[in-house]
């Protein structure tokens, strides 16, 4: 009587522990998945920001070409193609950010302006975003998860390569 008592004792801590697990993992890639639309939504506004100092007054001809195609790439990107058309358009609007404070007219310094308190949340998405694909992938990394499966279908969340130039 005591033995069926204790194994059935161990079976349930041993379910209750891989539902615990199971609902953390799926917490951990819900966390994932809003930080990369947090992200993704943070990343398109930029881009936007960049075609309009690229449509406006400041840039001469060459700089509006290479800010318009960087900020287009960056925005229809596939994601294999994300992280170099991030970086692309990062390089274009680090041309225009150093003339920007300087030569800028009163709305063109409040893109700036905008552009740069962006630039602050991009990186504080990106360190956010970093943490929880970490967290994500330590999690799967346990003995239990791997062999239970209780990650089922959901990719391995990744981080791209702009996300580490940018912090």
Same mark, same amino acid.
């Given at each position: 009587?005591?033995t069926?008592?204790?194994?059935?004792?161990?079976?349930?801590?041993?379910?209750? =522990?891989?539902?615990?697990?199971?609902?953390?993992l &799926?917490?951990?890639?819900?966390r994932?998945?809003t930080?990369w639309?947090?992200? &993704?939504?943070?990343?398109?506004?930029?881009?936007?920001?960049?075609?309009?100092?690229a =449509?406006? &007054?400041?840039?001469d001809?060459?700089?509006?070409?290479?800010?318009?195609?960087?900020? =287009?790439?960056?925005?229809?990107?596939?994601?294999?193609?994300?992280?170099?058309?991030?970086?692309a358009?990062?390089?274009?609007?680090?041309l225009l950010?150093?003339?920007?404070?300087i030569? #800028?007219?009163?709305?063109?310094?409040?893109?700036f302006?905008?552009?740069?308190?962006?630039?602050?949340?991009?990186?504080i998405?990106?360190?956010?975003?970093?943490? #929880?694909?970490?967290s994500?992938?330590?999690?799967?990394?346990?003995?239990?998860?791997?062999?239970?499966?209780?990650?089922g279908?959901?990719?391995?969340?990744?981080? =791209?390569?702009?996300?580490? &130039?940018?912090?």
């Amino acid at each position: 009587m005591k033995t069926t008592l204790a194994v059935a004792l161990i079976i349930l801590i041993s379910l209750w =522990y891989l539902s615990f697990l199971a609902t953390r993992l &799926d917490r951990l890639h819900h966390r994932v998945e809003t930080s990369w639309a947090n992200l &993704d939504g943070l990343l398109q506004r930029r881009a936007a920001i960049a075609l309009e100092i690229a =449509y406006s &007054d400041f840039a001469d001809p060459a700089s509006s070409l290479l800010l318009t195609s960087a900020a =287009y790439q960056a925005r229809e990107a596939p994601v294999q193609d994300r992280s170099s058309a991030e970086m692309a358009l990062s390089g274009a609007l680090g041309l225009l950010i150093v003339d920007g404070a300087i030569h #800028a007219n009163e709305g063109e310094a409040a893109l700036f302006d905008e552009l740069s308190a962006l630039m602050v949340k991009i990186s504080i998405a990106i360190a956010i975003h970093t943490d #929880a694909v970490s967290s994500t992938q330590m999690v799967r990394k346990k003995v239990a998860i791997r062999l239970f499966r209780l990650a089922g279908t959901a990719p391995l969340p990744v981080t =791209y390569e702009f996300e580490f &130039d940018a912090i």
